[in-house]
């Protein structure tokens, strides 16, 4: 089960802004996926205590952590506001260049940035986001798989995700493009409620 279209047409940020605010879209090559309802205690404890590790790492460093929702405008060329065509909502991000940041959200690549997969969203995170976020140049994208207990890491490097990196949620995990942070898994495992069948 993946996000529902809209329609078929093709949108911009501009059509996007005039959406009733009461349903959340990612707007990913001009195609408008309907979100779907509010995540799983799992999804929202996973994105929360990774955001709290990395702020708490981050702090008195020129780079900011944000969390969902938030509008990321990922540009394919200088083209206006207006005119982009990709508008996604990632769980939790990073950037290190303030120009990125404004008002209404960010404009351009995040440095880092991870996405809690849940049973709607898993293809559309593992598939049409990441071809989104490689295009963008999102220098490190982590899939955190709550059932799996494992993340998977992509990192760009010569224009590229080169193969990804699988690891299991136990110890901690090293955000390469942010020298000193890290993740730590256990606390965070310990805490996540039995999966029910």
């Not at 991000?93 to 440095?111: F, M, S, T, Y």
């Amino acid at each position: 089960m993946g996000y529902a279209l809209r329609s078929s047409e093709h949108y911009t940020y501009a059509d996007y802004l005039t959406w009733p605010e009461d349903s959340r879209y990612e707007l990913i090559d001009g195609q408008a996926y309907l979100m779907a309802p509010a995540p799983t205690f799992n999804h929202q404890l996973l994105a929360f205590e990774i955001a709290f590790q990395v702020r708490v790492a981050l702090e008195g460093k020129p780079c900011t952590v944000l969390a969902a929702p938030i509008d990321v405008r990922l540009p394919k060329t200088a083209e206006s506001d207006d005119e982009i065509d990709t508008v996604v909502q990632p769980d939790v991000l990073v950037v290190c260049n303030p120009a990125k940041i404004e008002q209404r959200g960010l404009r351009g690549a995040p440095d880092w940035l991870a996405e809690v997969l849940s049973p709607a969203s898993a293809s559309h995170d593992q598939t049409i986001k990441l071809k989104a976020y490689e295009r963008a140049g999102v220098k490190e994208y982590w899939l955190v798989h709550p059932l799996d207990l494992v993340v998977t890491i992509y990192r760009w490097t010569e224009g590229a995700y080169g193969r990804p990196d699988i690891q299991a949620l136990t110890g901690e995990t090293a955000i390469g493009v942010l020298p000193g942070v890290i993740v730590r898994w256990d606390a965070i495992v310990e805490r996540l409620l039995p999966q029910q069948v």
